[in-house]
């Protein structure tokens, strides 16, 4: 599990600051990994994501700064229509692992410190701080092989461990073991009376 401190990490003094992609693949394999990933769907709105998370990491690479410079502005611009046509925010600061899927979109906040190889998630999901105030590194890490369900929210310095499984619209601020599976309260069903029935019947009768 991760340790929570108020203290900055020398982590995030050097966030933003070099090139994050998986370190074992290179950026044009590594965009037809993600094409794969999304079952080559040029249309797929999580792969546009992806794919400008991996340039915005990948432009980080270049020492000389004069060169960056419009790759960065040029990231600024994709990372804004990704964010208006698909509705999904991803910045290039957040780790990334290797045949992540993001398997629809709108409503995507995916603030996390880091996501792990082969992670699925879905849309309206929120991953970040779990107070407005918090310091940015008091985030999330989601572990590898994780499923994260519609509408869930991971929120604060947690670690969702390797193989969980997270299921719709859960909230989780806290930490939860490998091979984990979190549910949302089952719900309560009960039978109407008959009562409430004979009121709605008198209500829709013209």
């Given at each position: 599990?991760?340790?929570?401190?108020?203290?900055?990490?020398?982590?995030?003094?050097?966030?933003?600051?070099?090139?994050?992609?998986?370190?074992?693949?290179?950026?044009?394999?590594?965009?037809?990994?993600?094409?794969?990933?999304?079952?080559?769907?040029?249309?797929?709105?999580?792969?546009?994501?992806?794919?400008?998370?991996?340039?915005?990491?990948?432009?980080?690479?270049?020492?000389?700064?004069?060169?960056?410079?419009?790759?960065?502005?040029?990231?600024?611009?994709?990372?804004?229509?990704?964010?208006?046509?698909?509705?999904?925010?991803?910045?290039?600061?957040?780790?990334?692992?290797?045949?992540?899927?993001?398997?629809?979109?709108?409503?995507?906040?995916?603030?996390?410190?880091?996501?792990?190889?082969?992670?699925?998630?879905?849309?309206?999901?929120?991953?970040?701080?779990?107070?407005?105030?918090?310091?940015?590194?008091?985030?999330?890490?989601?572990?590898?092989?994780?499923?994260?369900?519609?509408?869930?929210?991971?929120?604060?310095?947690?670690?969702?461990?390797?193989?969980?499984?997270?299921?719709?619209?859960?909230?989780?601020?806290?930490?939860?073991?490998?091979?984990?599976?979190?549910?949302?309260?089952?719900?309560?069903?009960?039978?109407?009376?008959?009562?409430q029935l004979n009121v709605v019947d008198e209500a829709v009768q013209p």
């Amino acid at each position: 599990m991760i340790e929570v401190t108020s203290d900055r990490p020398e982590s995030d003094v050097q966030l933003g600051m070099r090139n994050c992609n998986p370190p074992d693949i290179g950026f044009w394999a590594l965009l037809q990994e993600d094409f794969v990933t999304h079952e080559r769907d040029p249309f797929s709105q999580g792969f546009w994501a992806l794919a400008v998370h991996r340039f915005g990491n990948w432009r980080m690479g270049l020492r000389s700064r004069l060169l960056r410079w419009p790759l960065s502005l040029l990231y600024k611009v994709l990372e804004k229509l990704v964010e208006w046509l698909a509705g999904i925010s991803l910045k290039y600061t957040v780790h990334v692992g290797r045949r992540v899927r993001i398997w629809h979109h709108g409503g995507m906040v995916l603030g996390a410190l880091s996501i792990g190889d082969d992670v699925h998630i879905r849309q309206n999901t929120t991953f970040g701080v779990k107070r407005r105030g918090d310091p940015r590194w008091l985030k999330p890490v989601i572990g590898d092989r994780c499923d994260i369900g519609a509408g869930a929210v991971i929120v604060g310095a947690i670690e969702v461990g390797a193989g969980s499984v997270v299921g719709a619209n859960v909230v989780l601020a806290c930490s939860v073991p490998a091979n984990s599976v979190v549910l949302c309260a089952k719900p309560s069903i009960r039978q109407r009376c008959e009562r409430q029935l004979n009121v709605v019947d008198e209500a829709v009768q013209p």
